[in-house]
């Protein structure tokens, strides 16, 4: 081996890149597709490839699925086209984001912190939260991915070169808008740190506006004609997605997310501890020594003399308030916030003097986080998508088109799986609504369309479904014993 293969093996950046790549491919299809949302998020991606519909979104062929925009549906479809209905394919966009960012971390920090990059990099892909987000299929991590693009860009625009500010704030522009068209509003939410380090720390010589009237320009014809097209095919959508996506999420408990005045706390508080584990008890002396910092920045000189830390706590703050005021509370909302949390945990590191991660303790962690993700993927849970497509499998002899639930949690990783419709109806008639609807049907209006599929119920609704559907002219005929506390069966024409 040549002493430049040597030096390379031994660089931070081989070390970085090493470590990202086994903690985001690593036994990335050991686990099944887990229900609700992963099941959710592949099934809406599949429909769009049985259906060949990629602009209106939808769970079933009857229902529409509006929550988010559509760049998570379309990377699983590109991704499951290209290998496979499986769930290594339905998982690679996030462990690809997950990639992005512990590059994007590595690139901020380089500007912002010299010298901290590897360190950085490292915080990020280790820490618990994206390491396990880059496992789980939600919106979340090409969220953070895009938000990070456009905000390694406002960096490298302010704090860079003059000469090719411009060019960055173009790709700023770019970032927020594929991040717009996979979350919506919440994307922009980084903006407030830009907008509040132009009036803390203004930079030191006039940027130029045609630059910002040129990314504008380009986030309007990237985020809008999506929107405007559905909202065009669909009479109020626009309500929707203001009214419930937007105004409910933000000032309404209608969602059921943790709306208490204090579940901020109960969700965002263990989230950043345990989320940045290994690296909390370094995250928590940072903030220690940022508040001490922020004491002396009433002074305008020396805002401006700590101008990068500056805009890094603003990245990391103004966000993470809006989510405490915000309504709707989940843990994965402030998976975009690790970023700066891993650059500033590398600036504390270098500050107390800390050196490179030794190479056997790196291994050892990357072997922990792997050996945590294996666990999980052996967990047993009635929301194992791939559990159910045997024991459904199991107890037919033809290959199953369809599956519906009757009052009860949809498995739609079962889409995956078993590539079978599923739908999920309600034992009485409810009125349809257009968007958000949580039914597809209703049980005697599925029941009497005839079509040849297995149906799942819990065991105490059964005995009512077996007069109902003899009241239509059917009757019910278990597939053996229940399941998970869920009676299998099939609907036949009888008396």
Known sequence: MTPDWRTTLASPGFRVAVVALLLAFGLMGARAIWDPDEGRYTNVALTMLDTGNFVDLSRHHETGHWTKPPVTYWAIAASVATFGANPWAARLPAALAFLACTWLAWRVARRLQPGTEATAALAFATMLLPFGAANLITTDFLLAAFQGLAMWAWVESRFGPREHAGRWLVLMWAGFA??????????????????????????????????????????????????????????????YFLGTEVVARIASDKLHRNPQWYGWLLVYGPTL??????????????????????????????RRADAPLLALWLWLLLPLIVFC?????????????????????????????????????????????????????LWPTSKDAGRWADELSSRVDHPVEEVVFVEDMARYGLHLHMGAAVEKVSLEPVPRERFGADFDSSFAGELLERED???????????????????????????????????????????
Request: aromatic letters at 10%; glycine letters at 8%.
């Open 273 to 302: 501890l345990l989320g940045s584990l290994p690296w909390t008890g370094v995250a928590w002396r940072a903030l220690r020594s940022g508040l001490r910092r922020a004491r002396t920045w009433r002074d305008a000189a020396t």
């Open 325 to 377: 005021i915000a309504r709707s509370r989940l843990p994965l909302y402030v998976l975009p916030l690790f970023v700066p949390i891993a650059v500033l945990a590398a600036r504390q590191w270098q500050a107390e003097g800390r050196g490179p991660l030794r190479l056997r303790w790196l291994g050892l962690l990357v072997v922990c986080l792997l050996a945590l993700r294996f666990g999980t993927a």
């Open 178 to 239: 594929i991040a717009f068209m996979t979350k919506g509003p919440p994307a922009l939410l980084p903006l407030l740190a830009v907008v509040a380090m132009q009036w803390l720390a203004p930079a030191p010589e006039r940027r130029s506006l045609r630059a910002w009237w040129t990314g504008a320009l380009l986030f309007v014809l990237l985020a809008l004609p999506w929107y405007l097209v559905v909202v065009l095919r669909h009479e109020g959508l626009l309500s």
């Open 453 to 495: 599929a297995v149906w799942v119920t819990k065991q105490a609704m059964f005995p009512m479904l077996v007069d109902r559907a003899a009241a239509l002219g059917f009757r019910l005929v278990p597939l053996g014993e229940p399941y998970q506390g869920r009676v299998i069966f099939r609907a036949e024409p009888g008396a």
